[in-house]
RNA sequence: GGGUCUGUAGCUCAGACGGUUAGAGCGCACCCCUGAUAAGGGUGAGGUCGGGAGUUCGACUCUCUCCAGACCCA
């Protein structure tokens, strides 16, 4: 008789091998199939909502790791909120504006177009910018993430772009907005602004001037300097400022020096004249001496920066009719000049930032086209460079040119024309951080948002606190235009600001962006149009989407405005979680989020950033394309995201291990459930004890990681999860397990007791997967017993338990934990024994455990069937005083182990050793438990 | 230079309130099994908690400082 037909061995289609790389692609088409997202929405249909509000990508570019690792987090999150009952839409949404996707556009079609036609260039935007979302939603949907896909929203959407319009109104209405200057990089050639990315420095060599600027009050100045009007001899007192821009010279509002320099009188003779007094800061004298030509100079007195604060002296240009004041500018150096540097407020950034402190005239003479207006005496109407030129020659004239010559620097220039490019102090469009106490009420709004991790507050309290005031406009075409007319003469804005948002508004949810541009101003202000002007700013990016919870949560209506989650990488406390706060902030006075949670960036497995430069970039591509999409979601949840995330070869290697173990428990478990109908489930108090235990044992750690979803802590639940396989199922339950499953008949209420308690660890099992290994658990899904939803994102988190597990099981729970112990105690000496080469297989043994009173009665409870618990041959529990010295002690107080080699002949069928082998003529080569389950009534067991 | 963080065995992670020989799994080494088999089981060796200083009877856990790394600014 072949005996091996009479053992019930796991058998199963699903496969070991994973083979992801082929099968995720064919599990993507059954969800599109049964499409998946619509019927999560009519499930949902009833249940509270939980809305994730998808930050969105910039559509441009390939996706690396970054994107993966952000859309992954989003959807183990949505999907674990729907498992928990919630109803949690996922509308995924793209950044389309803006000035990198001109960039690209620029370098497909050329430069001119931008100009010369923008509306050409904003149709070749849009499509650029769509062939891109193409590309990155191909991506996002093979990592397995489930949205709403052909459905998402755009910034460059018609509706949203008139939405974000109808945002501005909203926030000008609450008295937000307000129009002031800024300095800008401008470049003449191109007639514009330009950020900062169309800015490169190169090397440049400049003209420089060394300027005396006259004291306007000598005796004042010899006085800080701890001298009387007499000693003055009448020579005159002047400082000197030096410049590579001499031509900004006309805007000269002010001399910065440094608080804490020593500045220095030095008397001496300029270009063989008569001598005279020079303000110069100490450490550069001896320098600025070298360069002035001079020989003899007699250092007077000296004076630290803060005592000059305030002191006046004649402008530059200008001279007597314009008293130029001395502040402070901690930007001050030594590297080069004077140490007292010409401040233009109306040409450079941090000349500006001064001129905003003490409220200095913001001058700038210098129009779009980077000549002087031609008010402007000396220069008027000419270029910036040779208005340098006669400024020099004016200041020569007047005597008042120390020094000129030439340095060679790096500077910056516009990327397109080469051109040095200058500063400009230009009319820009803010949303104020005070004027309406937008920084109040934003402060306030964050205290009611939970972040995680909670440190993440206080980050983005410092920024907001700190933060200036937003400039909205950009001088660009690829943008939500800021849709308001300016008065001619006066500036002002139009008396029906508000409602002509509102037309415009509706003429770009038909037409798009380009209604505002290409329409005639009649459309919007009738008459008026010949006396307003249109502004062609549009608006930072980051108003966009910043303002999707007005122009796509208030507009859709399975999302909710605020959202229960904001969920991105820790730059964006700067960015869109900012941007999106003021907004809302601004419009309705709260956050737009009721929880934000950030993760961290990708390092490498040395913890530094990935750059091409170092070779350690890893891209999602690769990975999904080696190891399968569900390898790179597990890598994302095992992965603590709070701080920096790291992945290399090895970590993907770990991954892909635990990958596997968490595979194979589900096949043994699929396995052995081959055949099961759910009416062969055993009544709990009819089960085993150790099967009790193992579904007892689910259900904590169903609890703990139902949990551990609620709180966003997945790699905690991937640690359980694969612990779970290894420990409690393979190093144990599972292992134990084999013998009755396998040898015992196939219907008895032993072996049925086991898989009714490995169905509902299934049930259980499958689903803590979902969220995160979705593929898998999906191709799990269809292997489960009984009939079922289609999908397993269509279940809930398991709730079929045998109600009475749920009660109090604590005593045998306990006495399990006991018994594990003296396992892990056995099996130790089993080792011993196979070291020794006394036995091979732990079924070649018999072992004598000597014990305590208690502990011999806890685990005579079990009987014979202990040895089946210790998978060998035979178990026999004596009481210690019957110990002789080959027992070995053990970690367990009251517990010493023998181990023998078993002398009985080996039951073919079960393998075990006993001495009942044989005892049945019919059946010579088996033991009697065998005879019994394959002819007979079965064998009996109650607790293993 | 500033702000917000991170640094526990080769890897991924645990370690309220400071208090016995710092835990787990993987990997590794060795062994077993061949009825989960491109699987499974067992045993074992690995950290003094980034470095240093301090507070304390006592610190991985508190303070300071240094080093390395990340993000955001300057």
Redesign the pocket.
């Known amino acids: 008789m072949n005996?091996?037909d009479t053992?019930n061995?796991?058998k199963t289609d699903f496969p070991?091998?994973a083979n992801l790389v082929k099968r995720e692609p064919d599990m993507l088409a059954f969800w599109d199939e049964i499409d998946l997202y619509t019927r999560l929405r009519e499930a949902g249909r009833a249940r509270k909502k939980w809305v994730l509000h998808d930050g969105p990508p910039y559509a441009n570019g390939a996706l690396h790791l970054g994107h993966a690792v952000n859309k992954i987090l989003k959807d183990v999150i949505v999907k674990s909120k729907t498992m928990a009952g919630y109803d949690s839409p996922y509308v995924p949404g793209w950044d389309c504006h803006g000035l990198p996707i001109e960039h690209e556009v620029e370098k497909k079609i050329g430069r001119e177009i931008y100009r010369t036609d923008p509306s050409a260039f904003r149709k070749a935007c849009r499509k650029f910018a769509t062939e891109q979302i193409d590309v990155q939603r191909n991506g996002f949907i093979r990592m397995g993430v489930i949205g709403d896909w052909f459905n998402p929203y755009l910034t460059m959407n018609y509706e949203t772009e008139a939405n974000g319009i109808r945002a501005l109104a909203r926030i000008m209405e609450n008295g937000h907005i307000m129009h002031d200057l800024m300095t800008v990089y401008w470049c003449s050639d191109c007639a514009s602004a330009l950020a900062e990315a169309e800015v490169e420095f190169m090397d440049k060599i400049s003209p420089t001037v060394d300027v005396r600027m006259m004291a306007i009050d000598r005796s004042a100045v010899m006085q800080v300097f701890g001298k009387q009007e007499n000693d003055a001899d009448a020579m005159s007192v002047s400082a000197v400022v030096w410049t590579t821009t001499a031509w900004t010279l006309p805007a000269n509002r002010a001399i910065a020096v440094h608080p804490d320099f020593k500045y220095c009188l030095v008397r001496c003779s300029i270009n063989a004249g008569a001598d005279e007094y020079l303000i110069l800061a100490e450490e550069l004298v001896a320098s600025c001496m070298a360069r002035y030509g001079v020989g003899q100079h007699e250092i007077i007195a000296s004076a630290s920066g803060s005592e000059l604060v305030g002191v006046e002296f004649g402008h530059p240009i200008d001279k007597d009719d314009r008293p130029v004041p001395t502040i402070v500018g901690e930007?001050v150096t030594l590297d080069a000049g004077t140490g007292l540097v010409h401040t233009a407020p109306g040409h450079g950034q941090?000349d500006f930032d001064l001129g905003k402190r003490y409220n200095l005239e913001i001058y700038n003479p210098v129009g779009p086209d980077g000549k002087f207006l031609l008010d402007v005496p000396h220069v008027a109407g000419l270029a910036v460079e040779d208005g340098a030129k006669v400024v020099t020659e004016l200041l020569r004239s007047r005597g008042d040119l120390v020094c000129s010559d030439v340095i060679e620097h790096s500077y910056a220039h516009c990327w397109r024309h080469k051109t040095p490019i200058i500063f400009r102090a230009t009319p820009q469009w803010f949303v104020s951080m005070e004027r309406a106490n937008l920084r109040d009420t934003a402060l306030d709004a964050i205290k009611n948002v939970q972040w995680v991790?909670?440190?993440?507050e206080?980050?983005i309290d410092?920024?907001v606190r700190?933060r200036p005031d937003w400039c909205l406009s950009r001088q660009r075409v690829w943008g939500t235009p800021l849709t308001l007319y300016t008065h001619k003469q006066t500036g002002e804005l139009h008396p029906d600001a508000l409602e002509i948002f509102e037309r415009v508004a509706k003429k770009v949810e038909q037409g798009g962006i380009d209604a505002w541009f290409d329409l005639d101003d009649s459309e919007f202000i009738g008459e008026d149009s010949a006396d307003y002007d249109k502004v062609t700013d549009v608006l930072d990016v980051w108003f966009d989407s910043g303002a999707t919870h007005y122009s796509v949560l208030d507009n859709r209506c399975e999302l909710t405005n605020p959202a229960g989650m904001y969920l991105e990488?820790?730059?964006?406390?700067?960015?869109w979680f900012q941007s999106s706060l003021l907004v809302s902030a601004a419009i309705n006075g709260t956050a737009p989020y009721h929880s934000v949670l950030t993760h961290?960036?990708t390092?490498d497995?040395?913890?530094?950033?990935m750059s091409k430069s170092v070779g350690n970039i890893i891209s999602p591509q690769e990975v999904i394309d080696k190891l399968g999409a569900d390898v790179l979601r597990l890598w994302v949840s095992?992965?603590?995201?709070?701080?920096?995330?790291?992945?290399?070869q090895?970590?993907l290697?770990?991954?892909t291990?635990?990958y596997?173990?968490i595979r194979?428990?589900a096949?043994?478990l699929v396995?052995n459930l081959n055949g099961f109908d759910l009416s062969d489930c055993i009544a709990w108090d009819e089960m085993l004890e150790l099967d009790r235990w193992a579904v007892r044992t689910a259900i904590i750690l169903n609890g703990e990681i139902e949990q551990a979803y609620e709180s966003y802590?997945f790699?905690?639940i991937?640690?359980k999860l694969?612990?779970f396989?290894?420990?409690d199922?393979?190093?144990?339950y599972?292992?134990v397990l084999?013998?009755r499953l396998?040898?015992m008949p196939r219907d008895s209420r032993a072996r049925r007791s086991a898989q009714t308690a490995m169905y509902h660890i299934l049930e259980a099992f499958v689903r803590w997967l979902a969220p995160i290994l979705s593929f898998t658990a999906e191709e799990i899904w269809k292997f489960v017993p009984g009939d079922r939803e289609q999908s397993v994102f269509l279940s809930q988190w398991y709730d079929g338990w045998p109600k009475a597990a749920m009660s109090d099981g604590a005593m045998e729970m306990d006495f399990w934990k006991k018994v594990i112990e003296v396992r892990?105690?056995v099996?130790?000496q089993?080792?011993?024994s196979?070291?020794k080469?006394l036995?091979?297989?732990?079924l070649?043994a018999d072992v004598s455990l000597y014990c305590s009173d208690e502990l011999r009665e806890t685990l005579s409870r079990l009987g014979d069937e202990l040895r089946f618990v210790t998978?060998t041959s035979s178990a026999s529990v004596q009481p210690v005083e019957s110990m002789n010295n080959s027992a070995e002690k053990s970690d367990i107080d009251g517990l010493a182990i023998k181990v023998a080699k078993s002398e009985y002949s080996k039951c073919?069928?079960?393998?075990h050793q006993t001495p009942d082998v044989g005892h049945d003529e019919q059946h010579p080569e088996i033991c009697l438990r065998c005879v019994s389950n394959i002819s007979g009534s079965g064998e009996q067991r109650h607790y293993v």
Request: hydrophobic fraction near 30%; charge should be positive; aromatic fraction near 8%.
């Open positions: 005996y091996k053992i061995l796991p070991m091998r930007h941090e991790p909670k440190w993440g206080a980050r410092g920024m700190n990488g820790s730059d964006q406390h700067r960015g961290g960036f390092v497995g040395e913890g530094r950033k095992s992965t603590e995201y709070e701080a920096e995330m790291g992945i290399s090895e970590i290697i770990r991954t291990d635990s596997r173990r194979n428990t096949r043994f396995g802590r790699h905690v991937c640690q694969h612990r396989c290894i420990v199922m393979g190093g144990f599972l292992d084999k013998d396998y040898t892990e105690e099996n130790r089993l080792e011993k196979r070291e080469g036995i091979g297989s732990a070649a998978i073919i069928r079960c393998w």
